[in-house]
């Protein structure tokens, strides 16, 4: 084998497929009962897109984003996350329109590409199923955003989901914040690691979401976010889980989330799964006010989320949800001699002019051969046609599962595989 692919990829294979596509349609099926439209924006960027909205100083950007220069010079970087790209393409195109207090809600499906040490269900392009409500602050938005992200993994049969539910203030109150949290953790900084050192100084509440249990312990009696929200940010987290209650969607509230995103502002929240280990949070997201602003937009809020596909069909895999077999489906059409060859290109062409899936052994091989290539590739039938058939004008339609024959006039074929008895 002289070529591999490189390390932190994977190849989706056509028996693992299905998976990804029946999620995928759920969840472009609940994003149309809600009203959401899809948007799909360029796999890169202009590398100042990232830089401004994500933060400098995040692990994003700063560690993470694939960046290379075009021919001309210019800076492009490989999608990182979803919604700066949604959030250039709203302002780009003027997706709010005529209308100051539309809002325009988008979703998307797609790959990430971010340079990470490959873990469980993370690989360097993994792919992300997002939403996207902007233009308005009323924190209902922020639980109906939750509320489609619980009904689409509810229908994918994910229901043992924890939602962590935070604020992260918003520029009136974080400052006053940071300078707690640092006076809180200052004299043990030595001891934290070498990330948490240098977030002390370049995005202190990072620290919060460090996963080093020494650094964990040092910052479990520090002072939370929410003993520092201004009154807004207060009233806008009450009205969150207020309509969250009313939804009856169930919450727990964690301090340490913080996400690893500058933009976010009030609400951010995290959904962790069981079974996949420690790396359990399939989705998170949050509220971004002041977003489309920095991207050079007028003051518009906005609330999103990205949740990752790979994930999601891990934990569907160890609540035993993905079926080990996938279930037998289309016709092989098989035939016996040159005359039915050329017979049986014309029915393959017919059936799938009908919206029939079928196929021929292109091999030309023996009925023996062909009937164990069309048990072993998956068939659910098998359509032969020899000289007699032709005479009569006939097939010998036979189901590979139940092992029954029956012989159908021709005529007749599709309309019987379109409605099997």
């Not at 709010?96 to 873990?119: C, E, S, T």
């Not at 948490?196 to 964990?216: A, M, S, Y």
């Not at 569907?316 to 005359?339: K, Q, S």
Request: charged residues 30%; aromatic residues 6%.
């Amino acid at each position: 084998m002289k070529y591999k692919r490189p390390r932190g990829l994977q190849d989706i294979l056509p028996e693992q497929v299905g998976e990804w596509q029946s999620a995928e349609a759920t969840f472009r099926e609940i994003c149309r009962r809600y009203r959401f439209e899809e948007i799909r924006t360029p796999v890169f960027e202009q590398t100042e897109l990232f830089i401004r909205a994500v933060g400098e100083e995040t692990d994003i950007v700063s560690k993470e984003m694939y960046t290379f220069e075009d021919r001309s010079r210019h800076s492009l970087t490989l999608r990182a996350e979803g919604t700066a790209p949604a959030i250039r393409a709203y302002l780009e195109n003027n997706l709010r329109g005529q209308d100051r207090d539309r809002l325009v809600k988008l979703y998307y499906i797609g790959p990430i590409f971010r340079y990470d040490r490959p873990q469980a269900g993370r690989y360097r392009q993994h792919h992300q199923c997002g939403l996207e409500a902007i233009g308005s602050a009323n924190p209902a938005v922020d639980a109906e955003i939750v509320g489609l992200a619980m009904a689409f993994l509810a229908a994918l049969g994910i229901e043992d989901v924890t939602l962590k539910l935070n604020s992260v203030g918003c520029p009136e109150c974080v400052p006053g914040y940071i300078e707690t949290l640092k006076n809180a953790v200052r004299d043990r900084l030595p001891e934290m690691c070498a990330d948490c050192q240098r977030r002390f100084d370049t995005n202190p509440l990072r620290i919060l979401d460090c996963k080093v249990e020494g650094c964990k312990a040092i910052t479990d009696g520090a002072p939370t976010m929410l003993d520092a929200l201004c009154e807004d940010c207060a009233t806008h987290f009450e009205g969150v889980k207020g309509h969250l209650e009313q939804l009856g969607i169930a919450y727990e509230i964690d301090p340490r989330i913080v996400r690893g995103l500058d933009y976010y502002t009030k609400t951010a929240f995290e959904f962790v799964a069981e079974g996949i280990g420690a790396q359990s949070s399939i989705g998170g997201g949050g509220r971004y006010d002041g977003l489309v602003e920095s991207c050079g937009g007028p003051s518009t809020p906005g609330v999103g989320i990205g949740m990752g596909l790979e994930r999601i069909l891990l934990v569907r895999e160890a609540l035993g949800l993905v079926a080990e077999d996938r279930p037998r489906h289309g016709n092989l059409v098989i035939t016996l001699g040159d005359d039915a060859w050329n017979e049986g290109v014309k029915l393959v062409a017919e059936l799938r002019a009908a919206g029939i899936e079928a196929d021929l052994d292109y091999r030309q091989r023996s009925m023996r051969s062909q009937m164990k290539y069309a048990n072993n590739a998956g068939f659910a039938n098998a359509i032969i046609l020899g000289d007699d058939e032709i005479v009569k004008g006939v097939v010998a339609l036979r189901d590979l599962e139940a092992g029954d024959q029956v012989e159908v006039p021709r005529a007749e074929l599709a309309e019987r595989l379109h409605c099997p008895e």
